[in-house]
């Protein structure tokens, strides 16, 4: 066993013994996703705050394994050959999260988009879904105490796609490493 085994193991255990019988009140799915995102955050607020659509769960992991748009760099490092990150060729936004989303326009369908940091990005993202972008999952934890909770619950209250969020001004880039397989 490496060490690495070891803090998986370790985190998982500490989050079991803090949320143990929240954890198991939930869909088993569900309470993976939580445990892993609260070994990953460090947050145990979003036992509460995280939201599912009905079929994130179901379509997420095969959609997850073909790769996931991401809005920062950091993210596609943490995710490693599951991110995929562009550069914006133009520049027609005040922010650059806003050009990188609208680059993703003609290979959204389908895919799964995680915004982890730009809560304009998730506005962004959603003004795409409105004129018939459909990604395949969006998983929508942008940060902050600007805009990141109206993104939040605009994602949540749509039923075009599928999603995961959380209904907080916390989130962010550790996020990947919920995503990724133990």
Known sequence: MTDMDNIAIE???RVRSVLGEVLD???PREAKVVSRAVRSTGDLDLVGTL???KEALTVGPK????????????AKVALGNLGIYKEPIVKNNRYMSQDIVEGWASEINGRAVLIGT???ALEKLLDLIDSGARPGLVIGVPVGLVNAISAKLRLARQS???FITNISVKGGVAWELALQEP
């Open 25 to 27: 009140l939930l869909d």
């Open 160 to 162: 075009k796609v599928e």
């Open 11 to 13: 985190g998982e255990r």
């Open 51 to 53: 939201r599912f659509s």
């Open 63 to 74: 959609l997850i394994r073909k790769g996931i748009l991401v809005d920062t760099r950091m």
């Open 118 to 120: 730009s809560p304009l």
